[in-house]
């Protein structure tokens, strides 16, 4: 049973960094593909960044790139995704949620041709608050 736990939210000012991160168990280091949404209150959840365990395959948002990196790391029980958040910035302010798929061979091969979407992955977490505010 996959299950996916955020942590590392919070409050800051603008130009703050935070750090969250995804402990997800059940999934495979390697065959899994993970990502990191958001969503602001009242719009659509949106990708933020996403990578394909045990690779340097990346996705990021150009909203983000430059700002935010992607970091993993295979526990003995989990896999776990972190995301480095710099230069935060009021709209960046969102709930964000982490997301997981057990076999994410195919839908990385599609991130060369659109970006990762919300049903590319079965499997999310609870989410985490981030607001970004002076």
């Known amino acids: 049973q996959v299950h996916l736990v955020e942590s590392g939210g919070g409050s800051v000012q603008p130009g703050g960094s935070l750090r969250l991160s995804c402990a997800a168990s059940g999934v495979t280091f390697g065959s899994a593909s993970m990502a990191w949404f958001r969503q602001a209150p009242g719009k659509q959840r949106e990708v933020v960044a996403a990578?394909?365990?045990?690779?340097?395959?990346?996705?990021?948002a150009d909203s983000v790139k430059d700002r935010f990196t992607l970091s993993q790391d295979n526990a003995k029980n989990a896999v776990y995704l972190y995301l480095q958040m710099n230069s935060l910035q009021p709209h960046d302010t969102a709930i964000y949620l982490c997301?997981?798929?057990?076999?994410?061979?195919?839908?990385?091969?599609?991130?060369?041709?659109?970006?990762?979407?919300?049903?590319?992955?079965?499997?999310w977490g609870q989410g985490t608050q981030v607001t970004v505010s002076s």
């Open positions: 997301a997981a798929e057990v076999d994410g061979a195919g839908t990385f091969v599609a991130w060369n041709f659109r970006p990762p979407k919300v049903t590319d992955f079965h499997y």
């Open positions: 990578i394909y365990t045990g690779t340097t395959r990346t996705w990021y």
